[in-house]
């Protein structure tokens, strides 16, 4: 079912423009990948931008550097900017380098699809950033939403919510959510159907699998959140009264879908973490990764398990005991699969020969700071507890070390360990080191004090305090961390272009790994493999370096 | 295990098959939103008209067996594409569509008479505002749907259509187009039957 | 499964990666455009919506009748053989070391181990405050609040409710533990059954000592650590004995920590 | 994370030292906002049940930590490592092993849990309760007593809630607008207070005090400004305050004309001075001067800060619900000094 032709050679156009052009026409799931990437490290600039100006605000009590619309705005965007417009691309990102080459395959299932799903993300975007121009409807000096990222109603209805902010933040999201349900199609059609021959669901790499189950969460959680901001959109523009406590609607019907979709999304945001790190472990370790199977299942026990959570963002919404006793049984179970993951990769270091190069750094950053970050979790599952720590800054730490120690972690892993596939050149070590340090450095210094300023009583989303509360020291620390911070991830930025430019050649299989994209070319070429690979075990190219001992025996 | 595994599998799932599949689970979750607001707001408006009131059941069912015959006739032009019968292919097409239309000019008629002569609208109490919404994001697919049979009703006119290359696509078309039927299903029974309880 | 019509059997794109288009681009921008007139313009919508006809038609042009594909260097067509692997040869490398089927005896452990413990528990009830449902009242502690607060008498009744839930939190608890007996024991350097029976339960009682009146507040008000010590040796004990006895464990008996674990290298060569 | 143990341990101190204060001529001392001086019941409970979880977490910390640090310390690659590890495909035994014993744990967990929620979080009112009704606005507060000698009437009360040493208190949260929380961490856990549905709450403070906190569910501008203050008196004392609150409002000639001003002009629209306006938008001010703060906690109630209030209130609290009435200076001091009279 095709007419062939002969190679375009877009990409091959000499002059920018021509170059540039090449870019907004191809649908090659690689340079999709690039940009995905690329433009979410962007956001993430912007977004961290964001933190910073907020941090700065909070350094002292009664600070005056940002009104208190000024700050909301921060902070809706920040939390927008970084879930939607940094996690979700980040992933669709790398999903869209790294499946194709993973499984063997040409291409995504569905390419055109894959590239309607890149611009919608990217115009979403920039249809919510539009609004610090047009905030106000085109007439005034233009406002971000200022409603928080999970814009609890009945805040954001047209009574407390004037001019069109909201709007933007309903409209961008919904659009960029668009491209986010086209790659999750895209992606669980091209892992089941577009896999090369002998390569099984039980081969498939790890990573793979995340994406798999991503997929599916993707589908199953995103449609919800898009009907209820279509919903809201209809109580805002045609005056229904979904969420409309003035005709007898209800707050809680928006935060019931809402948390639907918002809890499943962050292990959407972390899964494919888990998958960097199950593919970099194994090879910085040299072993095989430990207790595959068990693995697989627990992803999908996560997947399952995290649909059946949500509440427990709404502990203290005043729900009936025994709803709030279900939800934290439920929520503590997940803790079972996620501790099997962080044992399985724990063992896979264990009697291993590992080489800390930086992705493999920020892999073991990644372990040590997630499991805080997981384990406050459970603090906050245990509904007594939270009704002191909801709401807090301790949630604030406790999202952020899942969120940055976990996800940020491990994207910049993934950057280094992929970056030379996708340049063809490696990033330079001494810088990448450097990074790692500031960040790791940064980081705790600025979350870890946010657990001691919300257990000591301090709410989130307050642009500022009272002088007498015993905050200051802990927001000093929080805010003196962030240059650290800043410097790091501007010095792997730095890293980033440097290396893209004038790296050391990478050759095709640097880190001497075991998984399909290694054995073509860096960069590989349009179509990927000279010839499709033939697949015979999970660990394809441990069996074409070591002919007489492969892994297929063991599987 | 043996050298056996390392013989290649080859059998995959046509692409075109799992990403309809894929499209119809990610459209049944959105309008699991819908049918559950409807669900968590029956009775719960502050003011009338109340579904008793106003909403007519005889009509509606007219229009229901409609649209779940016509399930029936797509399959049938399916049928007739496979084995390259193209005139009873346009034929059972056709009906699908009349009936499709039919069902949304029913939808259409409903909704008129609501709004004229009962005052009904989306922003009338929450009964309007979550029944406007979940009928119309019904009909809006049904809409959806008659574009894509239209298409390739026009295709079929056209004489673009092979039979061996394009059943498979117009197969996934109706699957969509059942997915839209099991869907009013779900709302018939929401709106109509447990929405009008006493 | 496979249904004739399918693509053929093999790999999609085997002959050819699709060509690139704009249409994407344009329909993105297009449909961006309609929703954001929501918030601006009329007339946005309507350049929208011409973007979007126009990206759609020329995706369609990209797909149908037949997808545009760009052809490959000769030969790509044919996917690579799989190399020549040697048939199994070294046995370097394991995985499942350690124990056999051992989890049957560890449920039937549990079992044991829960019945002699609560033999133990209810000689105290008896000999201490006369009642055989004293302590199974208490255990129930850990999820009623109210058994917190009621007397002593209240406590030494039979309670169906409670005796219910006490028995559930027992057998699921008693199970769990024989299963970890099983996977733990083999791994002990020497002697499981001390370690099983008496380290496990000192450790265990220890942490207790420290937790009891969050844990469990029904029960510090009446435990006698002794009593509860022996109730946690006899556990140990019994399900300790029931689980080695079920297979030869000791043969890893000598053999480093590391490799008893079954994390360094493979247990059974 | 032991950082973490150290700073718990330290925390308690950190903040006791007690502020004194005076309200209605007694001394009392300023509870910071946090959990970790409990002074009743509620959150006692809570503190401990936080114990036990930081325990339980500290220890798997220790354990998954310690063993990650001892494979980076034992495995790194080192001089004159050839070749590749043995190759370890997983292990059931030792797989199921950390699968049983997290399940374990979550099961004790998740039993502790369910217990402790359902003995603080009381759906029926505690013996002996007195009952309070609590209504957030943006971004101030208001409380609804009943009346001590009318049974079918009401005290109502802006911003500072008084309350009985030893009483249990039944809250009944109720919201005007948007979503808020009543958090006062060392009486009770926060809980959200929702336009259309009413929750409750209880606490019972032990120790009289002046009980800080703070709204805890982002609810606009000024979610910042919209602090919690709970006075927590000895039982005549509260008497004698409710008393004094159930009157009318001070009637003084001398300031009849900041009065004619404040009933002229917008002011009491939005404000309810009993016998004078009964606006109900805005705090009830008719006993205003028996507070010790003003805008909701947001400063010290003085006649300073009162007149440049009203002057334009959106200089301390930018983006509250209350204008500035571009009063002329002469204006100002008469409304001021009439509110200044309503103790
Ligand atoms: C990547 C994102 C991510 C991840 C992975 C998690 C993981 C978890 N989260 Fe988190 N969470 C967020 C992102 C994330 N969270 C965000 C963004 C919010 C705030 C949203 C907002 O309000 O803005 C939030 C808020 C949030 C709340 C609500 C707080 C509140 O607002 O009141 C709760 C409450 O239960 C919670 C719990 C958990 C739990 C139990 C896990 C578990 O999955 C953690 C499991 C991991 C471990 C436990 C560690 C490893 C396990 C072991 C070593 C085994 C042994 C351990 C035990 C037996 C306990 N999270
Ligand atoms: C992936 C998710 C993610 C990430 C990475 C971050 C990163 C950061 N966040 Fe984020 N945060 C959220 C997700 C995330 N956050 C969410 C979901 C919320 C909730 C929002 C809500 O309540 O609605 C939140 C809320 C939140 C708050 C609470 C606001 C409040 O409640 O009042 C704070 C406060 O300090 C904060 C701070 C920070 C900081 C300092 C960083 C830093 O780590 C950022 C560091 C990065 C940079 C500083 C980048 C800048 C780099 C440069 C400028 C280098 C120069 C570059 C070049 C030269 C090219 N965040
Ligand atoms: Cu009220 Cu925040
Ligand atoms: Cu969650």
Redesign the pocket.
Same mark, same amino acid.
């Given at each position: 079912m095709s007419t062939l032709h002969a190679p375009s050679h877009t990409a091959a156009g000499t002059s920018l423009l021509e170059r540039l052009h090449g870019w907004a026409i191809t649908v090659d799931h690689k340079r999709l990948g690039i940009m995905y990437v690329v433009a979410a490290l962007l956001f993430f600039v912007v977004g961290g931008l964001e933190a910073a100006a907020m941090r700065l605000q909070l350094i002292k009590p009664m600070n005056d550097f940002l009104t208190p619309q000024g700050f909301n705005q921060m902070f809706t965007m920040h +939390?927008t900017t970084m879930?939607f417009l940094v996690g979700m691309p980040m992933l669709a990102g790398f999903g869209n380098f790294l499946v194709p080459l993973m499984i063997g395959a040409r291409d995504m299932a569905f390419p055109r699809l894959n590239a309607f799903g890149f611009w919608l993300f990217l115009l979403g975007g920039l249809l919510l950033y539009f609004s610090w121009i047009g905030g106000d409807g085109l007439y005034g000096a233009g406002g971000a939403p200022d409603v928080g990222?999970?814009a609890y109603s009945p805040l954001t209805s047209k009574t407390f919510s004037r001019g069109n902010s909201t709007d933007y933040w309903i409209l961008g999201i919904m659009v960029s959510g668009f491209g986010s349900l086209s790659a999750a199609i895209n992606f669980v059609t091209t892992i089941l159907c577009m896999r090369c021959p002998g390569m099984t669901l039980m081969r498939m790499p790890l990573m793979v699998w995340m994406m798999l189950v991503v997929g599916f969460l993707v589908l199953v959680a995103l449609p919800v959140l898009t009907a209820a901001q279509v919903m809201l959109l209809l109580d805002r523009s045609l005056g229904a009264h979904f969420f409309d406590p003035q005709q007898a609607g209800s707050a809680l019907l928006w935060q019931h879908l809402f948390w639907f979709f $918002?809890h499943p999304e962050?292990?959407i =945001? @972390?899964l494919p973490g888990f998958g960097f790190v199950s593919e970099i472990v194994p090879v910085f370790s040299r072993k095989v990764i430990f207790g595959y199977t068990l693995m697989v299942a627990a992803t999908v026990g996560i997947g399952f398990i995290s649909l059946g959570v949500w509440a427990?963002?709404m502990?203290?919404v005043g729900l009936p005991p025994w709803l709030n006793a279900l939800f934290a049984a439920s929520?503590?179970l @997940? #803790?079972?699969p996620?501790?099997i993951k @962080?044992?399985n990769w724990i063992a896979t270091m264990w009697g291993g020969r590992i080489r800390f190069d930086t992705p493999m750094l920020y892999c073991t950053g990644f372990l040590g700071m997630?499991?805080i970050? +997981? =384990?406050t $979790?459970?603090m906050?599952?245990a509904v007594p507890f939270?009704t002191q720590? #909801?709401?807090s800054y301790f949630?604030v730490g406790?999202?952020h070390y899942?969120?940055f120690g +976990?996800?940020v972690f491990a994207i910049l892993g993934a950057v280094t360990y992929w970056f030379p596939k996708a340049t063809g050149r490696m990033m330079d070590e001494g810088l990448g080191r450097w990074s790692f340090w500031l960040i790791l450095l940064g980081f705790n210094l600025v979350f870890l004090p946010m657990h001691f300023s919300g257990m000591l009583g301090m709410p989130r989303r307050i642009y500022t305090y009272q002088p007498d509360r015993g905050w200051e020291m802990w927001n000093l620390v929080t805010t003196a961390g962030v240059p650290v911070q800043m410097l790091g991830v501007a010095v792997f930025v730095w890293n980033m272009i440097r290396s893209s430019l004038k790296g050391p050649v990478a050759g095709d299989d640097p880190w001497d790994a075991w998984t399909l994209e290694w054995a073509t070319s860096s960069p590989p070429p349009e179509h990927n493999f000279d010839r499709i690979p033939t697949c015979t075990s999970a660990r394809p190219l441990w069996d074409r370096k070591h002919p007489d001992d492969p892994d297929c025996h063991y599987e | 295990m043996n050298a056996a595994t390392a013989q290649p599998d080859t059998w995959r799932p046509s692409r075109g098959k799992v990403g309809m599949a894929c499209l119809i689970f990610m459209e049944s979750l959105f309008f699991s939103g819908f049918i559950i607001a409807y669900l968590f707001y029956i009775g719960k408006s502050a003011v009338g008209p109340w579904p008793r009131d106003v909403l007519e059941l005889k009509p509606v069912l007219v229009n229901s067996v409609a649209l779940l015959s016509s399930s029936f006739t797509v399959v049938a032009a399916v049928r007739a594409l496979e084995r390259g019968r193209m005139e009873a292919m346009k034929f059972w097409l056709l009906a699908t569509i009349g009936l499709g239309a039919w069902f949304l000019w029913g939808t259409w008629s409903e909704w008129r008479g609501l709004i004229e002569d009962k005052g009904l609208t989306i922003a009338t109490n929450l009964f309007g505002t979550t029944f406007y919404s979940l009928v119309g994001f019904h009909a809006f697919h049904v809409f959806a749907g008659l574009l894509a049979l239209g298409t390739i009703l026009l295709l079929g006119v056209l004489g673009r259509l092979k039979p061996r290359r394009d059943t498979i696509r117009f197969e996934l078309i109706s699957w969509y187009w059942h997915f839209v039927d099991v869907v009013w299903i779900f709302v018939f029974t929401t709106v109509y039957i447990v929405g009008m309880r006493p | 499964m496979s249904d004739p019509r399918d693509e053929p059997a093999s790999v999609p794109y085997l002959r050819g990666v699709p060509e690139p288009t704009s249409g994407p681009l344009w329909a993105g921008f297009g449909v961006t455009l309609m929703f954001a007139a929501l918030v601006t313009h009329a007339l946005v919508a309507m350049v929208g919506f011409v973007c979007a006809v126009a990206g759609f038609v020329a995706w369609a042009r990209a797909c149908f009748p037949e997808e545009r594909l760009e052809s490959l260097p000769t030969g790509a067509d044919q996917p690579l053989p799989p190399p020549a692997l040697q048939p199994k040869g070294r046995e370097s490398r394991v995985m499942l070391p350690a124990a056999m089927h051992p989890y049957r005896a560890g449920l039937r452990g549990g079992l044991a181990g829960g019945v002699s413990m609560a033999v133990v528990a209810v000689g105290w009830g008896l000999l201490k405050h006369g009642s055989v449902w004293l302590p199974i009242n208490l255990l129930s502690g850990v999820f009623v609040p109210s058994v917190g607060q009621a007397s002593l008498e209240t406590l030494s009744t039979f309670q169906p409710g409670l005796f219910a839930l006490a028995c559930g939190i027992h057998l699921v608890a008693c199970l769990f533990v024989g299963l970890l007996y099983t996977v733990t024991l083999p791994m002990m350097p020497r002697r499981p059954l001390i370690m099983g029976g008496v380290l496990g339960p000192v450790l265990w009682t220890g942490l207790l000592y420290a937790s009891i009146g969050i844990v469990n507040p029904a029960l510090e008000r009446f435990i006698s650590w002794p009593w509860f010590f022996g109730s946690q040796v006899a556990f140990g004990l019994t399900c300790g004995r029931t689980v080695s006895r079920a297979r030869r464990i000791d043969t890893m008996t000598g053999l480093p920590l590391d490799e008893r674990m079954g994390v360094e290298r493979g247990g059974v060569r | 994370m032991a950082l973490l143990v150290a700073v718990l341990a330290v925390l308690p101190c950190h903040a006791a030292e007690p502020v004194i204060c005076t309200t209605a001529g007694t001394e009392l001392p300023v509870v910071p906002p946090h959990m970790f001086e409990p002074a009743g019941p509620v959150s006692d409970e809570v503190q401990s049940m936080a114990w036990l979880l930081g325990g !339980?977490?500290l220890g !798997?910390f220790v354990v998954?930590e310690g063993l990650l640090v001892y494979s980076i310390v034992k495995f790194r690659r080192r001089e004159g490592d050839r070749g590749e590890p043995v190759q370890l495909f997983g292990s059931n035994p030792i797989e199921l092993a950390w699968t049983v014993?997290?399940t374990l !744990?979550?099961f004790t967990?998740a039993l502790v849990t369910i217990r402790v929620i359902r003995d603080i979080d009381r759906t029926t009112p505690p013996e002996g309760a007195m009952c309070v009704t609590a209504i957030g606005h943006q971004w101030w507060w208001e409380y609804r007593y009943p009346h001590p000698t009318d049974p079918t009437g009401e005290v109502v009360v802006a911003n500072e809630m008084h309350v009985p040493v030893g009483v249990p208190i039944w809250v009944r949260l109720e919201s005007a607008d948007v979503i808020h929380s009543w958090w006062v961490p060392a009486l009770a856990g926060k809980t959200d207070l929702m336009p259309n549905q009413t929750n409750r709450l209880w606490f019972r403070a032990d120790t009289p005090g002046i009980y800080l906190g703070q709204c805890a569910e982002y609810c606009g501008n000024q979610h910042a400004g919209m602090l919690l203050r709970v006075v927590a008196q000895p039982e005549a004392e509260y008497r004698a305050w409710l008393a004094g609150q159930a009157a009318p409002a001070v009637d003084d000639r001398s300031v009849s004309a900041g009065r004619s001003i404040f009933e002229s002009l917008a002011c009491s629209t939005c404000h309810a001075v009993k016998g004078v306006s009964d606006g109900a938008f805005a705090p009830d001010l008719t006993h205003l001067m028996s507070r010790t703060t003003i805008a909701s906690g947001m400063a010290e109630l003085d006649r300073d800060t009162l007149r440049s209030w009203i002057d334009d209130p959106q200089v301390l609290k930018p983006g509250c619900n209350m204008p500035s009435l571009k009063l002329s200076p002469a204006e100002l001091d008469a409304v001021t000094d009439y509110l200044l009279t309503l103790k």
């Open positions: +939390g879930v990222w999970f $918002g962050v292990y =945001l @972390i427990h963002h502990f203290v929520t503590f @997940i #803790s079972v996620t501790g @962080i044992f997630f499991v970050g +997981g =384990l $979790g459970i906050l599952a939270t720590l #909801s709401d949630v406790h999202f899942v969120l +976990g996800l | - | - | !339980i977490c !798997i998954v014993v997290p !744990i979550v967990l």
